[in-house]
């Protein structure tokens, strides 16, 4: 896990140096952020604001007036949140948000004009396949919390967090099409978490389906009101801090991979990761603490 | 693609050769249709009914006294009317819909008696897997239009559409198990379209599923009142008519195969996707007319 | 398939002698059940209830005290009446259900501590899988009748069955990481049933669902007032002993084989248990009684 993550570390392009602190500055574990965007050095501007507090790392995308475009920097910024100390025990939980009305538009079509080089559009899209997939492998759940609209590569953000929850106005779409540019990448993400004709209908069409549908068909896991959004994402992530960071990790990294395996294969490493997790010093405090009736005491390794 | 289209026509049994024009001709486009079946010269009626106008190619399972059985000639009409010029420019969208209170009851059962050799059964099954297989291969969307009861082979066509939209009172269900003879093969395409649990109970019962049921399992991607199918169905064609054809095709085409790839194969491919997309003609053009706010000019190719 | 059955029969641990009769006789056919538990000989609770009539076999889990605890020796308890006899003719459906406000909380903790070798641990493990996977494996369909609570491997075993209904009041979690021991075996099954994220809530919260949301995203595919429970059930177990067994049995296991397969292989797999299913007495009976306007009369071989 660790390995897998250093690599993804070692594949992020840019300098990854963590030279700025974040602007909101809460506790020693903040988020600090590596210098954004190789090719432009940037005046101020912070793409994502990272917070960290009682192991729950807020990452908020910052670009509203570009309706949080997913522009090469903002998905180097994001993943170098993401990234950030990922083996620290402080680090239990991240949650995904974003400033103003849109969640994410998706790419920054400016950089797959022409006027970038081929290299650079496949920069874009590699890095954006990237953070997508650190987000399986990362060793603490990642939530989306959504009120909003979230479209193209933003759908796809949304749809390869391990937990997502919006608020009843949230929309969902897929509408490269219209523009000239299927949403094939978003649609690796979408069509592993709807069913086939509704992917489908989103991408032919581009129109966007409301939180209530992308609830109904397993984009999301939770629709709250607006006004309960802050409060029932801090529940699930104060829940997943009460548990242990390890066997969190442990039982991530298992479930994403058994699921790519036949029954058979799956139940083989599925129980062995049940005979791993009970040899944890965290395994056996736990059903101790069970059936002692008194509360555990996790070590978190 | 069009080699696949290819092989695919070139599979198709029985004569092919476009001799008779559709019933209702509308524009130039009008599907001709192949001599329907090859064992018995038929006289005058025609199984399906195609008409083709502005980019949308509506085809009608024209035999509603028999239910729209999926007779072998019927299937090789659905075949020929699909396949029909299906690399042409003028055909954007494909839409099935049925004459009559049944969309489909499936196989012909006359036809799966020992009365027909065991070589004309396994022709049945067959044409029946190619035609539903033709359906993702093929490089325009395919709607299923479904108004009433869709059963057995007749379900396995809604599943195998790439969108379905029902009326309130249509009802799907596969009861070949009360003839003895299971429905296997509508078990590929429904297995693949909703939970498992739902499948089964559908196969080893045969009672129907509503088209309520069926849209919050995924059988459906929406159910509109009867009086609203043709605006709802049509609405969503229309839409698709406004896209670039060449890049709805390259679209299909991706969406069909990363999904049967692991994650990782499945962004190396859809990422690829993603450039080949971007260099096209259509995708410069939507791209650039979108940041100079004005409508795009597909040139669909 | 009678050979897969035999295998896991064989890999059954502990005595399988069907020494004892159940408690509830009904019918000749009524279940007799293998000595339960290698390591303590017991006196004389019976972990399982297993009765059997006009069909139909009804296992009960029987240790509500203990809130129907997977333990070892009721695992095989539950192992051997799901084996018993599986391939007589007068089995035709088989009913999971349990005694008490809890359908099952999972594996019993007390075999979990260190208490117990590992080795011991890896047989609770397996022979929890072989369970799973045998009720897959089994000729006949097997239906969970939910009335209460599932957590964690009984929230499997109810992921597993073919079938699954529940009263309205029933709720479903996979609470391991509570006490340190993610449900990764658990969410071999519901990671298999539910969207991932829905899963991934579940799994890593702990908190459970309501029957409701259970249907909506698959884990069931029926949920009833209470005190309709009884007779749905039954209502589908009795259409089920209306067909042919051998054509149940054949279209079950080719259904779950051809899942597992990509589109071009389920087809040809499919076509061709067609074309067995056919070419049995069952199938042609059940055409020719079809066309002919009677009942078939089944040979159920």
Redesign the interface.
């Known amino acids: 896990m660790a390995a897998a993550i250093g690599q993804l570390a070692a594949g992020a392009r840019g300098p990854s140096r963590f030279l700025r602190c974040g602007r909101v500055l809460l506790t020693s574990g903040d988020c600090n952020r590596g210098a954004a965007g190789a090719r432009q050095p940037q005046p101020e501007q912070q793409l994502t604001i990272c917070r960290q507090l009682d192991g729950i790392r807020t990452i908020i995308l910052n670009n509203p007036k570009k309706r949080n475009a997913l522009s090469l920097r903002m998905l180097k910024s994001l993943q170098n949140d993401i990234l950030h100390e990922a083996e620290s025990k402080d680090l239990r939980v991240i949650i995904i948000s974003a400033e103003g009305p849109v969640f994410s538009s998706g790419h920054d079509?400016?950089e797959?004009?022409?006027e970038q080089s081929?290299d650079y559009?496949?920069e874009v899209?590699?890095t954006c396949?990237e953070v997508?997939?650190l987000i399986?492998k990362h060793p603490v759940?990642i939530i989306a919390k959504v009120n909003g609209l979230a479209t193209a590569a933003g759908c796809q953000l949304v749809a390869s967090?391990?937990?997502?929850l919006a608020s009843e106005k949230s929309h969902f779409a897929t509408p490269g099409?219209?523009?000239?540019?299927?949403?094939?990448?978003p649609?690796?993400a979408l069509?592993?978490?709807?069913?086939?004709?509704?992917?489908?209908?989103m991408?032919?069409?581009?129109?966007p389906i409301t939180a209530q549908e992308a609830l109904?068909?397993?984009?999301?896991?939770?629709v709250v009101p607006e006004e309960k959004l802050e409060e029932e994402t801090m529940k699930?992530a104060q829940?997943?801090c009460s548990?242990?960071r390890s066997?969190?990790a442990?039982?991530?990294a298992?479930?994403y991979r058994?699921?790519?395996q036949?029954?058979?294969g799956?139940?083989?490493l599925?129980?062995h990761?049940?005979?791993d997790?009970?040899?944890?010093q965290?395994?056996?405090?736990?059903?101790?603490?069970?059936?002692q009736k008194r509360k555990?005491v996790?070590s978190h390794s």
């Open positions: 079509l400016k797959l004009t022409d081929q559009h496949a899209f590699q396949a997508m997939m399986q759940p967090c391990d937990i997502a099409v219209n523009i000239g540019l299927f949403c094939s990448t649609a690796v069509g592993r978490s709807v069913p086939k004709k509704v992917a489908l209908e991408l032919f069409t581009g129109e109904r068909h397993g984009l999301l896991s939770r699930i829940k997943i548990s242990s066997v969190v442990m039982g991530k298992t479930f058994q699921l790519t036949d029954l058979k799956a139940y083989h599925a129980s990761a049940m005979l997790n009970l040899a944890t965290d395994g056996q405090e736990g059903i101790t603490a069970f059936i555990p996790w």
